[in-house]
């Protein structure tokens, strides 16, 4: 049985897709500026109003949507990859590298991730590539270390240990035993971050770290509003919405998948 969670969580992400793929094709150029329709009210011509540029707010916000979840999304797939990575180097690289991969995670784990990906984001500059560079700088220690829990404590389990003594390699028995759950969990993992990455990725663009203008993105598009936002309160109400809804998305995805990998731990009651 597919948890609630998950199933409205998917919806949303399907929402998500087709706003961000399917809607630039309907709606006109998110870059293109008419002064002559600058701050227009949600109506016919604008379902959801235009900005201070006369630029249409609803394709900007779809613009956006490429921008911010393919960030975000590129951010998740470094942290999965190299937390995995780092996890089960650590489990099987013996007692002294399993200490120096133990104690670079706890390093990464103590320091702010927020604070680091703002201090790399200054140092490098503004940019897209140079915030998912930032952001990925420390996203992925908490996957490491789940899967460093696992894959240590997997090479003591009954199957891996009859793989070994039936002459199969350390190496074949951990890929063919071993990864295919920890990957399964450290995917989760990752995925109950998401919506973190999604904020964080908004609040650093909201400081100017992010895409430069004119790309679309919600950040900006937040801060680009913080001027006009008592004659024209859809600017903000718009990017908002939309990252309300990606945060919540992921959120019930994360904990949908989490019960379906661990069905004793149930993210929502039943009613």
């Known amino acids: 049985m597919i948890p609630r969670s998950l199933h409205i969580g998917a919806w949303l992400l399907v929402a998500l897709a087709v706003l961000a793929v399917a809607a630039p094709l309907a709606l006109p150029d998110p870059d293109r500026v008419d002064y002559t329709a600058e701050l227009t009210a949600p109506g016919a011509a604008h379902p959801l109003g235009t900005d201070q540029l006369g630029r249409d707010l609803a394709a900007r916000l779809a613009a956006g949507a490429r921008t911010t979840l393919g960030s975000v999304g590129a951010v998740w797939l470094v942290s999965v990859a190299v937390g995995l990575f780092a996890g089960t180097l650590g489990a099987l690289a013996g007692r002294l590298g399993e200490q120096v991969v133990a104690r670079v995670v706890d390093l990464a784990l103590a320091l702010p991730q927020t604070v680091v990906a703002l201090a790399i984001a200054g140092a490098l500059g503004p940019g897209l590539w140079q915030l998912v560079l930032a952001m990925s700088a420390t996203a992925w220690a908490p ?90 309160p859809w600017l903000i109400i718009v990017p908002t919405t939309a990252i309300f809804l990606a945060v919540t998305a992921v959120s019930l995805v994360a904990d949908g998948a989490r019960e379906r990998v661990d069905p004793g731990r149930r993210a929502w009651p039943r009613f």
Do not use: K
Request: with cysteine; charged share 15%.
């Open 143 to 232: 996957t490491a270390r789940l899967a460093h829990t696992y894959v240590h404590a997997a090479r003591e389990r009954p199957d891996v240990i009859a793989a070994r003594m039936a002459g199969i390699g350390p190496v074949r028995a951990m890929c063919a035993h071993v990864l295919p759950g920890a990957a399964a969990r450290v995917v989760v993992v990752a995925t109950l971050g998401v919506g973190q990455l999604i904020l964080s990725l908004a609040a650093l663009s909201f400081l100017g770290l992010g895409a430069a203008p004119p790309t679309a993105e919600w950040g900006r598009m937040l801060a680009d509003s913080r001027h006009d936002v008592i004659a024209a």
